[in-house]
C-alpha cells in the first residue's frame, strides 16, 4: 500500500488445493458457474428456451438504462480529459509507463475490441443498410425496415448507407471505448495511487469504507467475475462460429455442434498455454501478432478493394456519425424500438459485461500514464481505429450491394458475410485464410486476457495467483461458450451477455460517484 493512504485493506487469502481463494469470491463464482454448466447441458431444451425469452425481455424493459449509463460514461471521460484531475499520473509523480505507447496500445485494443470487428465489421454496416433501405432479405430470417436506425430511408441508397455506417460507428465508438476507460481508470487510480488490491471492490472504498471487505464488496467481486466470464463467453462464440463459417467455406469443413465443439476446445487449449506463459511473454506477444496481423488484412482490403470510395467513405461516415450522435444515443420517442432494443441496448449491455475483464486488463499494464493521455489513448484513438476497420469492411461490403452485384453477400448469414465478401476481390483465398487466421487469434488473445482478470478478481487482486487457478477459469470459458452455443446460438449468447451487463451497469454508475470522490481527495492532498 502507499505510504499516504488513507484507506485500509482487509482481506484474507487462503491457499487450498493451490488455489489462492479470496475469501468467498472464488467459491461461490466458481460453483455457481460450474453448476449453471452443468445444468444447460442438461436441460438443453429448457435453456433454450430461457435464453430466447431473456434478451427481448431485458432489453425492451430497460433499454433506458443502458443508454443512460452509456451516456454518463461519454460525458464522465470526456469531463475528466479537460478538467484539473487530467493531470494526476497513475502511480504517483514520478512513475514511468511500463510499455512503450505501441505496445500499450495493442494490448488494449486487442482486449477491447477483438473478435466482435472481425464478426461485425461486414455484416452490421450489411444488415442497417438493408433495413433502412426497404427490409432487403439478410441473414436468417431477414430484417424489417422497423429495424432500421432512425427510420428507414427507402429507396435512398445514400440515405440509407449513410444511417448504415454512422449506425455501425456508434456503436464501435465512444460509448463502449468510455465504458471500458472508466473502469479502467478507476482500477488504476485505487491500485497505483491509493494502494488498494487491484480488484473491482477497491473502487467503491469511498463510498463503503470499511464494508468494502465485507459482504457487499464480495457481491461486486461476483457480479464482475459473472460479467465478465458470459461477456467473454458471448465473443468466443462468435468467434467459434465465424472461425468454422470460413473453414467451411475454404476447406469444406462441416459445419455441426460437434465441429464447434471441437473448434472451441482446440483454441481454448492455445489460450492455455499463452496464459501458462504469461502477461509478458504470453499475451502482449499475442496481442502485438494482432495488431500486425489486423493491420496486415485491413491494408490488403483497403488496396483490392474500392479504395477512393472507401477513404472518402471514412471521412463522411466519421462526419454522419457526428451529426447523428445525438439522435442515436437519445431513448426518449423513439420510433426504431426494434433497432434500439436489438441493437443498440444489446452492444451496451455487452460493452458492460465486458468492461470488468477489459478495464482491470487496461490497468494493468497502464501505470505510469496521465489521467488526461489515458483517456485521450483509450476513448480517442481506438474510436478512429475502429471506424477506420469498419469503414474499411463495410464501405468495401456496401460498395458490393449498392453496385447490385452481391445478392450472395446479403443473403449469407452473419458469420458467412466476410467470406462472400472477399470474393469479389483478388487474392480471395489469401483473405479468407488470414480472416480465419485472425479470427483463431482474437480468440486466443480474449481467452487468455480474461482468465488473467478472473484469476485477480477472485483472488483479491493479486496479479500472481497460481498457475493451476489461470487454467480453471480458461477452461471454464471455453465450457461456458460451449454450453451456449449448444442452447440457443447466437441468442443465447447475447441473452447471456444482457443478463450480466444488466446489474452492473448501475454498479458502474455508482462508480463514476466514487472514482470522482476519490480524485477530488487525491487532488487536495497533493496540492
Known sequence: ?????????????????????????????????????????VFREQAAEFFGWLRPALTSKFDWVFMIAGNLFV???????????????????????????????????????????????????????GASFGGVTVGEGGLRTDW????????????????????????WGLHPWAVYAVVALALAFFSFNRGLPLTMRSVFYPLLGERT???????IDILAVFATIFGL?????????????????????????????????????????????????????????????????????????????????FFSGMVDYVVQLPALSNWVGREDTNFLQGWTAFYWAWWISWSPFVGMFIARISRGRTIREFVICVLIIPTLVGALWMSVFGGAALEQVTGGTAQALQDAALELKMFKMFEAFPMTG?????????????????????????????????????????????????????????????????????????????????MCVSVMIGLIRERKRTQ
Open 148 to 171: 432500421a436506425p432512425l427510420g428507414a430511408a427507402e429507396g435512398d441508397v445514400q440515405g440509407a448507407r449513410d444511417l448504415a455506417m454512422a449506425a455501425t460507428i456508434f456503436h
Open 1 to 41: 500500500m502507499s505510504d499516504n493512504s488513507d484507506y485500509e485493506v482487509g482481506q484474507d487469502n487462503v491457499r487450498i488445493f493451490g488455489l489462492d481463494i479470496h475469501n468467498p469470491v472464488f467459491a461461490i463464482s466458481g460453483l455457481t458457474i460450474v453448476a449453471f454448466v452443468f445444468f444447460s447441458l
Open 213 to 219: 471487505w465485507g459482504p457487499l464488496g464480495h457481491i
Open 75 to 129: 460525458v464522465f471521460s470526456l469531463f475528466l480529459v479537460v478538467s484539473p484531475y487530467g493531470k494526476i499520473r497513475l502511480g504517483g509523480e514520478g512513475a514511468k509507463p511500463d510499455y512503450s505507447y505501441a505496445g500499450w496500445i495493442a494490448m488494449l485494443f486487442a482486449a477491447g475490441m477483438g473478435i466482435g470487428l472481425m464478426f461485425w465489421g461486414v455484416a452490421e454496416p450489411i444488415s442497417h443498410y
Open 430 to 510: 489469401l483473405l479468407s485464410f488470414v480472416g480465419i487466421i485472425l479470427v483463431v487469434v482474437f480468440f486466443v488473445t480474449s481467452s487468455d486476457s480474461g482468465s488473467l482478470v478472473i484469476d485477480t478478481i477472485t483472488a483479491g487482486g493479486k496479479t500472481d495467483a497460481p498457475t493451476a487457478q489461470r487454467v480453471f477459469w480458461c477452461v471454464l470459458e471455453g465450457a461456458i461458450a460451449i454450453v451456449l452455443l449448444l442452447g440457443g446460438g447466437l441468442g443465447a449468447l447475447q441473452a447471456a451477455a444482457i443478463a450480466t451487463g444488466f446489474p452492473f451497469a448501475i454498479v458502474l454508475m455508482l
Open 233 to 313: 463467453a458471448t465473443s468466443l462464440g462468435l468467434g467459434a462460429s465465424q472461425a468454422l463459417a470460413g473453414l467451411n467455406y475454404l476447406f469444406g469443413v462441416p459445419i455441426s455442434d460437434g465441429m464447434s465443439v471441437l473448434l472451441i476446445v482446440v483454441i481454448t487449449g492455445f489460450a492455455l498455454m499463452s496464459v501458462i506463459a504469461g502477461l509478458e511473454k504470453g499475451v502482449k506477444r499475442l496481442s502485438e501478432a494482432n495488431m500486425i496481423l489486423a493491420g496486415a488484412l485491413l491494408l490488403l482490403v483497403l488496396i483490392v478493394g474500392p479504395t477512393v470510395a472507401i477513404l472518402s467513405g
